[in-house]
């Protein structure tokens, strides 16, 4: 079982930057592949972002590419979600999610039924 906790979201302007965490329980933290997405006001849940168990690879939505940088602590048991050039779209509740892989390459998980865990969601907002 894992337990995921986000924090760090919060208000900003058009062109600011924020740091997302997400918070690990268990000790097998770094046998998971972790991704983040995103979910608007009447819009359905989507992929932001997702980093292999080592943190070697990553990949991004093509609306958060270059601006949005996905990493990971295995010591710390802890995710990364830095946000540059914020923009009004942006705004959203953050959720982090973790899926199982073992020590295997595979990583590119992008739909949210392939994840194991969630956390409850930080809230992001943008103004303009």
């Known amino acids: 079982q894992v337990q995921l906790v986000e924090s760090g979201g919060g208000l900003v302007q058009a062109g600011g930057s924020l740091r997302l965490s997400c918070a690990a329980s268990?000790?097998?933290?770094?046998?998971?592949?972790m991704g983040w997405f995103r979910q608007a006001p009447a819009k359905e849940r989507e992929f932001v972002a997702v980093?292999?168990?080592?943190?070697?690879?990553?990949a991004y939505a093509d609306s958060v590419k270059g601006r949005f940088t996905i990493s990971r602590d295995n010591a710390k048991n802890t995710e990364y979600l830095q946000m540059n050039s914020l923009k009004p779209d942006d705004t959203a509740v953050y959720y982090c999610?973790?899926?199982?892989?073992?020590?295997?390459?595979?990583?590119?998980?992008?739909?949210?039924?392939?994840?194991?865990?969630w956390g409850q969601g930080t809230q992001v907002t943008v103004s303009s």
């Open positions: 999610a973790a899926r199982r892989t073992g020590y295997s390459g595979t990583y590119y998980y992008t739909k949210d039924h392939e994840y194991d865990y």
């Open positions: 980093i292999s168990w080592s943190g070697e690879s990553t």
């Open positions: 268990g000790r097998t933290f770094s046998s998971y592949a």
